[in-house]
């Protein structure tokens, strides 16, 4: 199985400010990455997929790069309704493997 | 507008069984892969199974391999996943999800059903 690690678990950050978070893969593949945002009580929304390509209605803030094993979210001026658990997920071979996720909390 | 709605989640025995279901509608539900994922209460995500389309394949954790069974009814735009062999780490909210024309990302998911797994 591809293991997916991200980093940093947590992150505290303030309102506007840019925010970077990485995923690494236990082995190569292409660009079928995806990131999703997660709420407290909310089912997981997805925000990017194809490492790079922005899910029809996210907001142009959040982008996504990467290739082979690292990958990363950026999103670029953190808004309020940002602070969310944010996983990222392979969907190169099964099982599509998860990240532990990423915690953004507010600074 | 697409819409999941997950049902038969429950309290069940360490050993038992039991079947999720997901009621689709809002798209054409034969055209797509539809995957199943849970989260254990207070962790992360972890990927369960998926179907396709025609439901000509089918792929599963391996964590669930040999006890669950993923299977779909075109013609009732539903989705169902048979658990078997429960167990207490099986305890979770089991989320349905649409996964697209080759199963590469899930753009609409439901909002969970929950499995409890105890004695």
């Known amino acids: 199985d591809i293991q997916m690690t991200q980093s940093p678990s947590s992150l505290s950050a303030s309102v506007g400010d840019r925010v970077t978070m990485t995923c690494r893969a236990s082995r190569t593949f292409n660009s079928n990455l995806n990131w999703f945002q997660q709420k407290p009580g909310k089912a997981p929304e997805l925000l990017i997929y194809a490492a790079s390509s922005l899910q029809s209605g996210v907001p142009s803030r959040f982008s996504g790069s990467g290739s082979g094993t690292d990958f990363t979210l950026t999103i670029s001026s953190l808004q309020p309704e940002d602070f969310a658990t944010y996983y990222c997920?392979?969907?190169?071979?099964?099982?599509?493997?998860f990240g532990q996720g990423t915690k953004l909390e507010i600074k | 507008q697409v819409q999941l709605v997950e049902s038969g989640g429950g309290l069940v025995k360490p050993g038992g069984s039991l079947r999720l279901s997901c009621a689709a509608s809002?798209?054409?539900?034969?055209?797509?892969?539809m995957s199943w994922i849970r989260q254990a209460p207070g962790k992360g995500l972890e990927w369960v199974s998926y179907?396709?389309?025609?439901?000509?394949?089918?792929a599963y954790a391996d964590s669930v391999r040999g006890r669950f069974t993923v299977s779909r009814d075109d013609a009732k735009n539903s989705l169902y996943l048979q658990m078997n062999s429960l167990r207490a780490e099986d305890t979770a909210v089991y989320y349905c999800a649409r996964s697209g024309s080759s199963g590469s990302y899930s753009d609409y998911w439901g909002q969970g059903t929950l499995v409890t797994v105890s004695s």
């Open positions: 809002g798209f054409t539900f034969s055209d797509y892969y």
């Open positions: 997920q392979q969907s190169y071979r099964t099982p599509h493997t």
């Open positions: 179907i396709s389309g025609s439901s000509d394949y089918t």
